[in-house]
């Protein structure tokens, strides 16, 4: 008879955009036709050219490591995807660098679909690694109270059989048409009810006799839980919820709010990455997401030690706080912005090109000459060191550590966030390479600056409605 190794969470990574607007200057910007808004904290805010393709990639990595792992599947978990018909989900895994045999999905329908997707990986007994990630980039109407409330971030997490972090006992689920919000196709904005009844008729009724449920079937009692989360849910609903199912001993997850806000689908599994963080082996962990009904899930803390390279932790401390409204609303597009001659070009992509150089555009694959060892980017038929013809093997530059030679600073040349810092990158490979640098805060780019690669979007086609990415450099923080 042949044994199943037990499936659960081997590894976990963590990327929210370095951008946190003060809510104050929301607030501000409001105060002509609102005197009595008022905002505390931050929320993470995307640039212009990050969504939750761009976020996805960043967690997988931070999941990943540098390590090559074997991947069967990527599921990728977001109301907020770029493409209603064109598979984000592979775009994330050629990004990772990941083989082109293996499965892709995507699900969304609503912001349960992140602890739903990871459910549904760990009830299932392949012993195929996984990697299961949820992305949101999320946008709200002006001067609302998701505009206070939505951010935008992306969780990974790797499941398969081994060294584990965590493993599911159970989960237990309730689907009723109670619509606490909603958005259709083509809609920009989600449409709240009212947050009272939200709170008093959905959260404290649905979700309690769900977790009951689970907790009985697993014979489980609330006093045995050392951690409880909630997500998709109004703010403080999580101490409400604690008292009536009787988990006042169980320590309350971080609910993020302060500091980067809702972050939808990745919400659930931000939490778990932060229990992941804290819990001691052998703890348990209940997590509940909200909306039309519920999932409930129960993990334990293993003792496995794989750690990420960035986590909850260092994404919260990686914040670079941005105070303009306005920068704000011209990175989520609702700010249109007379830009000058210089910004009307046509930016359409040659889609044969894209796939003939896809590892090169998405995986950031150069080559490397196996007769002098020079690298190149993009990599040619015959080495520009040697010139001896077909030596190049496939190497990525995307994990490579690298530093600034040249730099720039363009104001005259049209630029989404302007100035445009473009420069010579020297990689530690001895590659050299013309690039775009992003995310940099004040005083933090200089000729010998540590520099990492990010996958942004490189252009978006407004008139054709695609968007085409690339790598871009950012400070090493």
């Known amino acids: 008879m042949t044994s199943i190794n037990p499936v659960g969470i081997k590894a976990y990574g963590v990327f929210l955009p370095r951008l946190r607007i003060a809510r104050s200057a929301i607030a501000q910007a409001h105060s002509w036709a609102f005197p009595s808004m008022r905002g505390k904290g931050h929320k993470a805010l995307c640039s212009w050219d990050e969504d939750s393709i761009t976020l996805a990639v960043e967690a997988g990595r931070d999941c990943l490591g540098v390590k090559e792992e074997a991947i069967s599947r990527v599921v990728l ?4 995807a770029p493409f209603a018909d064109l598979q984000n989900a592979s775009t994330v895994a050629t990004a990772l660098g990941l083989p082109g045999q293996l499965g892709c999905a995507d699900v969304g329908g609503n912001t349960r679909a992140g602890l739903g997707a990871l459910i549904s990986e760990l009830a299932s007994q392949d012993q195929r690694q996984r990697l299961v990630v ?4 999320r946008s709200a109407k002006p001067a609302s109270a998701q505009e206070m409330n939505y951010g935008s971030g992306a969780v990974a997490m790797l ?4 060294d584990l972090l965590a493993t599911c006992l159970g989960s237990e689920s309730l689907n009723v048409p109670f619509i606490d919000h909603y958005r259709m196709s083509g809609q920009d ?13 959905g959260v404290i009724k649905l979700v309690p006799a769900t977790a009951a449920t689970l907790l009985e079937r697993l014979g489980i009692s609330a006093a045995d839980l050392a951690w409880f989360g909630l997500s998709g849910a109004p703010k403080g609903s999580d101490k409400l919820l604690s008292r009536k199912l009787g988990v006042e ?3 309350l997850l971080d609910d993020f709010q302060d500091e980067i806000g809702d972050t939808g689908t ?9 229990a992941l963080e804290k819990a001691e082996p052998g703890q348990l962990i209940l ?8 999932d409930v899930a129960v993990f334990r803390k293993e003792a496995g030690a794989r750690a990420p390279a960035r986590g909850v932790r260092r994404a919260l401390a990686e914040g670079i706080e941005e105070t303009s409204y306005m920068k704000m609303l011209s990175f989520e597009g609702e700010l249109n912005i007379d830009w000058g001659p210089r910004a009307e070009v046509d930016v359409k992509a040659s889609i044969a090109q894209q796939y003939r150089s896809h590892q090169q555009i998405l995986a950031f694959t150069g080559g490397k000459c196996q007769h002098c060892d020079s690298v190149q980017f993009p990599s040619l038929p015959n080495c520009i060191e040697c010139g001896a013809a077909d030596s190049q093997e496939p190497l990525s530059l995307a994990n490579q ?11 005259l040349q049209y630029y989404p966030a302007p100035p445009l810092y473009v420069g010579l990158v020297q990689f530690e490979s001895g590659a050299r390479l013309l690039m775009e640098m992003v995310d940099v805060g004040k005083h933090e780019l200089e000729v010998g600056t540590p520099l990492k690669m990010v996958f942004r979007i490189k252009a978006n086609d407004k008139l054709r409605g695609y968007r085409r990415y690339f790598w871009k450099a950012t400070p090493a923080v």
Do not use: N, P
């Not at 978990?77 to 907020?80: D, E, F, Q």
């Not at 499941?159 to 081994?162: L, R, S, T």
């Not at 550590?401 to 104001?411: E, I, Q, Y």
């Open 266 to 274: 990745a919400h659930s599994l931000l939490q778990l990455a932060d």
């Open 159 to 162: 499941v398969g059989e081994g």
């Open 134 to 137: 949820a992305s949101e980039r």
């Open 401 to 411: 550590r690298a530093k600034v030679a040249t730099l720039s600073a363009d104001w």
């Open 77 to 80: 978990a977001s109301t907020t």
């Open 249 to 251: 001993a169980a320590t």
């Open 287 to 294: 997590l509940a997401a909200f909306g039309q009904g519920c």
């Open 189 to 201: 904005y989600d449409y709240y009810a009212e947050e009272r009844w939200i709170r008093d008729e």
